[in-house]
């Protein structure tokens, strides 16, 4: 295997999708409107103390300056029967976003999908530079886990549930 310094950030992405993630929503309500955004490029266990999750945000998103405005952010763990509601979520046209989507309120402007394996109530802990994005560090205030859904997985750009061996 030989260095490439350029490549074609196409094929980068396509190489990348071999390695499954995670979706999560990470969802507010700011000046009375629910916000939400997608990402598969969220990770947990960063930190146990304090207890830190990461993601990564395009800088051109319209999106993140108005959620990271609330003070708390609720990350839904997407789950295996929210395939079509993660499309919906991640869509273009924001005032169909929440459509027919079952939500939670929480007590500061957290919002959760109903349906989710796990609920995460966040704060920003710190906003990171990484070249096109910003790697953002969310500090988990209190997280509510239901056992009964299993998570949606994103692996070679199709969403699909996690099956155990």
Request: aromatic letters at 6%; glycine letters at 6%; one cysteine or more.
């Amino acid at each position: 295997m030989t260095a490439q310094v350029a490549h074609d950030s196409l094929l980068l992405q396509d190489a990348l999708s071999h390695f499954p993630a995670g979706v999560v929503a990470l969802s507010a309500t700011v000046n009375g409107e629910r916000q939400v955004m997608v990402a598969s490029s969220f990770s947990v266990g960063v930190s146990y103390e304090p207890s830190l999750v990461l993601f990564s945000v395009q800088k051109s998103s319209s999106t993140w300056p108005m959620i990271k405005e609330a003070p708390l952010i609720g990350v839904s763990v997407m789950g295996e029967d929210h395939n079509p509601v993660c499309r919906q979520l991640a869509s273009r046209d924001k005032a169909k976003r929440f459509n027919g989507v079952e939500t939670v309120s929480g007590e500061r402007d957290d919002l959760y999908i109903s349906g989710s394996p796990l609920w995460l109530t966040c704060s920003i802990f710190q906003e990171v530079d990484a070249g096109d994005h910003i790697l953002i560090l969310l500090q988990i205030e209190d997280f509510e886990a239901h056992s009964s859904h299993m998570p949606l997985v994103l692996h070679r750009s199709s969403m699909s549930r996690l099956d155990y061996l």
